[in-house]
């Protein structure tokens, strides 16, 4: 019953419902994948679930179209970071606030563009907004670097050494920042993978992903951004 209410509970909120409907939805394409490339016989459930998959992208991409609010209102409270003491962390994190903030449009044109409501190019809107996506996966693989080098240069340090040992709690604190920044590191790099998959053809490895390695990634990183958010609730008072 406890795992019910808490399902119950993250599906209320916008983006407790956007992470499941994520994780569902490479869930579906790693296993249509492999049932369309490896298991002929069962050929068909792997296309309905590869069906499946690609109308929760769509939900989720329409959902999306009422982010650019929530997005800027952050952005504007960032600002240029002034409370950060890291310049490097305030200016990958002011990059990156302002890759997000642009790929929300690109998308909804590229998306205009599909429904027929734009006469535009898609493919060259979608490819915009995919190219800003990697870019804030790329800055925030950085700085999540950054932070986990700087945090162990500081548990490292001569002052640390010469008083023996942080307090337990402070060493704690520092551990779990560790593995949050760890994770956040493995699972942009999933996305970035997948970025660079769907970007034009000849850039890297775009457009050699087969659908179950997508998938693969996508669900790697989803379940990864499901434990994240359950410790941070967990955290929470």
């Not at 909120?13 to 298991?39: A, F, P």
């Not at 990059?95 to 409501?117: F, K």
């Not at 307090?167 to 999933?190: D, F, H, I």
């Amino acid at each position: 019953m406890a795992s019910l209410s808490g399902l119950a509970s993250a599906l209320e909120s916008y983006r407790g419902r956007d992470r499941l409907i994520r994780t569902l939805g490479y869930c579906c394409q790693l296993v249509g994948g492999v049932l369309v490339e490896k298991c002929p016989a069962s050929s068909e459930l792997g296309t309905r679930l590869l069906a499946v998959s690609t109308q929760l992208s769509h939900c989720r991409t329409i959902l999306r179209l009422f982010d650019d609010l929530a997005m800027f209102v952050y952005t504007k409270q960032y600002g240029l970071g002034a409370e950060e003491e890291d310049a490097f962390v305030r200016w990958t994190s002011v990059l990156g606030n302002l890759a997000d903030q642009l790929y929300y449009p690109c998308e909804h044109v590229a998306w205009a563009a599909d429904a027929n409501i734009l006469h535009v190019d898609s493919f060259r809107w979608w490819t915009l907004s995919t190219t800003f996506w990697a870019l804030s996966l790329l800055l925030g693989v950085a700085r999540s670097l950054w932070v986990m080098l700087r945090l162990r240069q500081r548990l490292r340090s001569p002052a640390v050494a010469f008083t023996s040992q942080l307090p337990r709690g402070k060493q704690r604190a520092v551990s779990a920042q560790l593995q949050l920044e760890a994770l956040t590191v493995l699972s942009n790099l999933a996305d970035l993978a997948n970025a660079v998959h769907w970007l034009p053809r000849g850039v890297l490895w775009a457009g050699r992903f087969p659908p179950w390695l997508v998938g693969l990634l996508g669900t790697v990183s989803s379940l990864l951004s499901l434990y994240q958010a359950a410790q941070a609730d967990a955290a929470t008072p």
